[in-house]
Protein backbone atom coordinates (compact mmCIF):
# COMPACT_ATOMS: atom_id res chain seq x y z
CA UNK A 1 0.00 0.00 0.00
CA UNK A 2 0.70 3.49 -0.67
CA UNK A 3 1.04 6.31 2.12
CA UNK A 4 1.57 10.17 1.64
CA UNK A 5 2.79 12.56 4.49
CA UNK A 6 2.47 16.00 4.21
CA UNK A 7 3.33 17.49 7.52
CA UNK A 8 2.54 21.09 7.28
CA UNK A 9 -1.38 21.99 7.92
CA UNK A 10 -0.50 25.32 7.35
CA UNK A 11 1.54 27.80 5.86
CA UNK A 12 2.33 31.57 5.56
CA UNK A 13 4.24 33.12 3.33
CA UNK A 14 5.31 36.46 1.90
CA UNK A 15 4.03 37.59 -1.75
CA UNK A 16 7.10 37.06 -4.27
CA UNK A 17 8.84 35.02 -1.58
CA UNK A 18 9.69 31.20 -2.38
CA UNK A 19 7.42 28.38 -0.63
CA UNK A 20 8.44 24.86 -0.27
CA UNK A 21 5.40 22.54 0.58
CA UNK A 22 6.95 19.17 2.10
CA UNK A 23 6.03 15.75 1.12
CA UNK A 24 7.11 12.29 2.02
CA UNK A 25 6.38 9.04 1.03
CA UNK A 26 6.01 5.08 1.54
CA UNK A 27 5.70 2.63 -1.00
CA UNK A 28 7.52 -0.77 -1.86
CA UNK A 29 7.20 -0.68 -5.37
CA UNK A 30 9.68 0.58 -7.61
CA UNK A 31 7.49 2.41 -10.30
CA UNK A 32 5.34 5.21 -8.98
CA UNK A 33 4.13 8.66 -9.56
CA UNK A 34 4.40 11.91 -7.47
CA UNK A 35 1.86 14.58 -7.91
CA UNK A 36 0.88 17.88 -6.57
CA UNK A 37 -2.91 19.47 -6.77
CA UNK A 38 -4.28 22.89 -5.81
CA UNK A 39 -7.41 23.01 -4.57
CA UNK A 40 -8.42 26.83 -4.62
CA UNK A 41 -11.57 27.64 -2.33
CA UNK A 42 -13.97 27.20 -4.74
CA UNK A 43 -12.80 23.42 -4.61
CA UNK A 44 -11.87 22.23 -8.20
CA UNK A 45 -8.92 20.32 -8.20
CA UNK A 46 -6.31 21.44 -10.25
CA UNK A 47 -2.87 19.29 -11.45
CA UNK A 48 0.42 20.71 -11.56
CA UNK A 49 3.33 18.96 -11.81
CA UNK A 50 4.16 15.24 -11.87
CA UNK A 51 7.74 13.18 -11.14
CA UNK A 52 8.32 10.02 -11.87
CA UNK A 53 10.34 7.61 -10.06
CA UNK A 54 12.64 6.65 -12.56
CA UNK A 55 12.74 10.59 -13.71
CA UNK A 56 16.31 11.54 -13.16
CA UNK A 57 15.95 15.10 -13.23
CA UNK A 58 13.34 17.49 -11.02
CA UNK A 59 10.21 18.03 -13.14
CA UNK A 60 9.39 21.83 -13.45
CA UNK A 61 6.05 23.29 -14.65
CA UNK A 62 6.65 27.35 -15.07
CA UNK A 63 6.85 28.62 -11.24
CA UNK A 64 6.07 24.93 -10.13
CA UNK A 65 9.72 22.41 -9.16
CA UNK A 66 9.20 19.40 -7.62
CA UNK A 67 12.02 18.58 -5.51
CA UNK A 68 12.69 14.59 -5.87
CA UNK A 69 15.03 12.81 -3.33
CA UNK A 70 14.57 9.23 -4.21
CA UNK A 71 16.41 8.26 -1.26
CA UNK A 72 14.84 10.08 1.54
CA UNK A 73 11.60 9.48 -0.11
CA UNK A 74 10.56 12.63 -0.44
CA UNK A 75 8.74 14.72 -3.36
CA UNK A 76 8.61 18.60 -2.13
CA UNK A 77 6.75 21.16 -4.15
CA UNK A 78 8.54 24.48 -4.70
CA UNK A 79 7.11 27.71 -6.00
CA UNK A 80 8.78 30.41 -6.79
CA UNK A 81 7.78 34.50 -6.50
CA UNK A 82 4.76 33.34 -4.82
CA UNK A 83 1.30 35.17 -5.92
CA UNK A 84 -2.07 36.11 -3.85
CA UNK A 85 -3.40 33.67 -6.44
CA UNK A 86 -1.18 30.93 -4.93
CA UNK A 87 -3.65 30.49 -2.14
CA UNK A 88 -5.09 27.62 -1.97
CA UNK A 89 -5.14 24.19 -0.34
CA UNK A 90 -1.89 22.28 -1.74
CA UNK A 91 -2.41 17.64 -2.40
CA UNK A 92 0.40 15.51 -2.72
CA UNK A 93 -0.38 12.10 -3.93
CA UNK A 94 0.90 9.04 -5.17
CA UNK A 95 0.31 6.48 -7.80
CA UNK A 96 1.72 3.24 -9.15
CA UNK A 97 2.54 3.66 -13.01
CA UNK A 98 0.53 1.45 -14.43
CA UNK A 99 -2.88 1.63 -16.51
CA UNK A 100 -5.69 3.16 -14.67
CA UNK A 101 -3.88 3.04 -11.10
CA UNK A 102 -5.87 5.29 -8.23
CA UNK A 103 -3.93 8.25 -6.28
CA UNK A 104 -3.36 8.19 -2.97
CA UNK A 105 -3.63 11.91 -1.16
CA UNK A 106 -1.83 13.00 1.71
CA UNK A 107 -3.61 15.62 4.42
CA UNK A 108 -2.80 18.54 2.41
CA UNK A 109 -1.06 22.14 3.37
CA UNK A 110 -2.68 25.21 3.46
CA UNK A 111 -0.94 28.28 1.68
CA UNK A 112 -1.94 31.21 2.32
CA UNK A 113 -0.26 34.29 0.96
CA UNK A 114 0.49 37.71 2.36
CA UNK A 115 0.68 40.69 0.48
CA UNK B 1 -9.39 23.21 -23.35
CA UNK B 2 -11.19 19.81 -22.69
CA UNK B 3 -12.26 19.50 -19.20
CA UNK B 4 -14.27 16.70 -16.97
CA UNK B 5 -18.01 18.27 -16.46
CA UNK B 6 -19.77 17.23 -12.75
CA UNK B 7 -23.43 17.86 -12.44
CA UNK B 8 -25.19 19.19 -10.59
CA UNK B 9 -22.37 21.13 -8.10
CA UNK B 10 -24.41 20.91 -5.42
CA UNK B 11 -27.05 18.57 -4.20
CA UNK B 12 -29.43 18.37 -0.95
CA UNK B 13 -30.98 14.97 -0.09
CA UNK B 14 -32.93 13.53 2.59
CA UNK B 15 -31.34 10.34 4.74
CA UNK B 16 -32.10 7.22 3.06
CA UNK B 17 -32.97 8.79 -0.52
CA UNK B 18 -31.14 7.89 -3.72
CA UNK B 19 -28.49 10.17 -5.55
CA UNK B 20 -27.06 9.63 -8.96
CA UNK B 21 -24.02 12.06 -9.53
CA UNK B 22 -23.32 12.78 -12.89
CA UNK B 23 -19.79 13.65 -14.64
CA UNK B 24 -18.58 13.51 -18.90
CA UNK B 25 -14.79 12.45 -18.68
CA UNK B 26 -12.94 14.17 -21.23
CA UNK B 27 -13.65 12.38 -24.31
CA UNK B 28 -10.62 10.22 -25.20
CA UNK B 29 -9.68 9.17 -22.11
CA UNK B 30 -10.00 5.79 -21.07
CA UNK B 31 -9.48 5.69 -16.83
CA UNK B 32 -12.40 6.89 -15.05
CA UNK B 33 -12.80 7.44 -10.86
CA UNK B 34 -14.45 9.06 -8.23
CA UNK B 35 -13.22 10.10 -5.03
CA UNK B 36 -14.47 11.62 -2.00
CA UNK B 37 -13.60 14.56 0.21
CA UNK B 38 -15.36 14.72 3.45
CA UNK B 39 -15.12 19.01 4.32
CA UNK B 40 -11.36 19.58 5.96
CA UNK B 41 -10.37 16.26 5.25
CA UNK B 42 -7.97 14.59 2.81
CA UNK B 43 -9.22 13.22 -0.84
CA UNK B 44 -10.15 9.51 -0.71
CA UNK B 45 -10.48 7.05 -3.67
CA UNK B 46 -13.79 5.32 -3.68
CA UNK B 47 -13.37 3.48 -7.24
CA UNK B 48 -12.06 3.00 -10.65
CA UNK B 49 -13.55 1.66 -14.02
CA UNK B 50 -12.05 0.41 -16.98
CA UNK B 51 -13.07 -1.37 -20.52
CA UNK B 52 -16.45 -1.08 -18.97
CA UNK B 53 -16.30 -2.64 -15.64
CA UNK B 54 -14.70 -1.64 -12.41
CA UNK B 55 -10.87 -2.12 -12.09
CA UNK B 56 -10.77 -1.56 -8.14
CA UNK B 57 -12.74 0.28 -4.81
CA UNK B 58 -12.00 1.16 -1.98
CA UNK B 59 -13.40 -0.30 1.14
CA UNK B 60 -15.96 2.99 1.58
CA UNK B 61 -17.55 1.65 -1.90
CA UNK B 62 -20.07 -1.07 -0.43
CA UNK B 63 -22.85 -2.16 -1.92
CA UNK B 64 -24.79 1.27 -1.35
CA UNK B 65 -22.09 2.34 -4.25
CA UNK B 66 -22.57 1.45 -7.89
CA UNK B 67 -20.99 3.10 -11.24
CA UNK B 68 -22.26 3.01 -14.63
CA UNK B 69 -21.25 4.07 -17.66
CA UNK B 70 -24.84 4.19 -19.52
CA UNK B 71 -24.24 5.41 -22.85
CA UNK B 72 -20.35 6.30 -23.86
CA UNK B 73 -20.14 9.64 -22.34
CA UNK B 74 -21.51 9.82 -18.82
CA UNK B 75 -20.02 8.55 -16.19
CA UNK B 76 -22.53 7.71 -13.28
CA UNK B 77 -22.07 7.49 -9.72
CA UNK B 78 -24.99 6.56 -7.42
CA UNK B 79 -25.68 6.17 -3.90
CA UNK B 80 -28.75 4.09 -2.93
CA UNK B 81 -29.60 4.47 0.22
CA UNK B 82 -27.72 7.92 1.57
CA UNK B 83 -26.30 8.44 5.08
CA UNK B 84 -25.55 11.35 6.90
CA UNK B 85 -21.85 10.60 7.13
CA UNK B 86 -22.24 10.23 3.05
CA UNK B 87 -21.86 13.94 2.86
CA UNK B 88 -18.93 15.39 1.37
CA UNK B 89 -17.28 16.00 -2.28
CA UNK B 90 -17.38 13.82 -4.89
CA UNK B 91 -14.90 14.25 -8.00
CA UNK B 92 -14.93 12.35 -11.09
CA UNK B 93 -11.73 12.38 -12.63
CA UNK B 94 -10.23 10.49 -16.02
CA UNK B 95 -7.18 9.45 -17.62
CA UNK B 96 -5.95 8.95 -20.92
CA UNK B 97 -3.80 5.96 -21.98
CA UNK B 98 -0.21 6.11 -21.66
CA UNK B 99 -0.72 9.57 -19.52
CA UNK B 100 0.65 9.95 -15.82
CA UNK B 101 -1.62 12.61 -14.43
CA UNK B 102 -5.92 12.29 -14.16
CA UNK B 103 -7.74 15.46 -14.81
CA UNK B 104 -10.57 16.60 -11.87
CA UNK B 105 -14.15 17.74 -12.37
CA UNK B 106 -15.14 20.58 -10.13
CA UNK B 107 -16.39 18.36 -7.87
CA UNK B 108 -20.48 17.65 -6.72
CA UNK B 109 -21.24 18.62 -3.09
CA UNK B 110 -23.47 16.13 -1.58
CA UNK B 111 -25.05 17.31 1.98
CA UNK B 112 -27.26 14.66 3.25
CA UNK B 113 -29.79 15.89 6.02
Known amino acids: AQKITQTQPGMFVQEKEAVTLDCTYDTSDPSYGLFWYKQPSSGEMIFLIYQGSYDQQNATEGRYSLNFQKARKSANLVISASQLGDSAMYFCAMSLVFGNEKLTFGTGTRLTIIP | EPEVTQTPSHQVTQMGQEVILRCVPISNHLYFYWYRQILGQKVEFLVSFYNNEISEKSEIFDDQFSVERPDGSNFTLKIRSTKLEDSAMYFC???????????FGQGTRLTVV
Open chain 2, 93 to 103: ASKDRGRTEAF
